[in-house]
T-cell receptor, first 112, second 114 residues
Framework: KQEVTQIPAALSVPEGENLVLNCSFT??????LQWFRQDPGKGLTSLLL?????REQTSGRLNASLDKSSGRSTLYIAASQPGDSATYLC???????????FGTGTRLQVFP | DAGVIQSPRHEVTEMGQEVTLRCKPI?????LFWYRQTMMRGLELLIY????????DSGMPEDRFSAKMPNASFSTLKIQPSEPRDSAVYFC????????????FGPGTRLTVL
């Protein structure tokens, strides 16, 4: 059974810091991994999707990496801003399935 | 594109009443997913459809829950009768197989059952 863990559960940092959020999964037979952002009371916004054959994806100040063999992904946020405050969720899609298995999320607060 | 549309955004009802949640996926998407989110259990997949056909409903908690997708642009999730423990935020998401099934979520329906 695939299990997805995110560490830390919560993070509070001053504006301008570079951040690393971690996601680990127990079964390396994944098809892809998706990072989402969720603002309080809102839906999930897709940030980045990494295929199993890829090592990383970048979008603006965000960079997601994937090490499938070790069951890990990291989301790197450069020069954090208060607007980055949200909960970040990773989700993995296993091979031969259309389902996403979600982690429990990292709640990020960036203060001015 | 308007994105995934859900209605209503908020629903307050009394125990025993029927509740119907609605979802319009992104045009052209061939997958539709229904999720439930609570503080205790996080995000749970309830059911998903491919080309309007239910593929996996193993996450549906009990027979009180049912979902339909009569056409490519509309789906409903029905709870009958509702119970207080059904209180949660219900999300609909859609995806397109040809773009690696990247899922896009709607804003959710916050359901409160009194």
């Amino acid at each position: 059974k695939q299990e997805v863990t995110q560490i830390p559960a919560a993070l509070s940092v001053p504006e301008g810091e570079n951040l690393v959020l971690n996601c680990s999964f127990t079964d390396s037979a994944i098809y892809n991994l998706q990072w989402f952002r969720q603002d309080p009371g809102k839906g999930l916004t897709s940030l980045l999707l990494i295929q199993s054959s890829q090592r990383e994806q970048t979008s603006g100040r965000l960079n997601a990496s994937l090490d499938k063999s070790s069951g890990r992904s990291t989301l790197y946020i450069a020069a954090s801003q208060p607007g980055d405050s949200a909960t970040y969720l990773c989700a993995v899609r296993r091979d031969n399935t259309d389902k996403l298995i979600f982690g429990t999320g990292t709640r990020l607060q960036v203060f001015p | 594109d308007a994105g995934v549309i859900q209605s209503p955004r908020h629903e307050v009802t009394e125990m025993g009443q029927e509740v119907t949640l609605r979802c319009k996926p992104i045009s052209g998407h061939d997958y539709l997913f229904w999720y439930r989110q609570t503080m205790m259990r996080g995000l749970e997949l309830l059911i998903y459809f491919n080309n309007n056909v239910p593929i996996d409903d193993s996450g549906m908690p009990e027979d009180r829950f049912s979902a339909k997708m009569p056409n490519a642009s509309f789906s409903t999730l029905k709870i009958q009768p509702s119970e207080p423990r059904d209180s949660a935020v219900y999300f609909c998401a859609s995806s397109f197989r040809q773009v690696w099934n990247e899922q896009f979520f709607g804003p959710g329906t916050r359901l409160t059952v009194l």
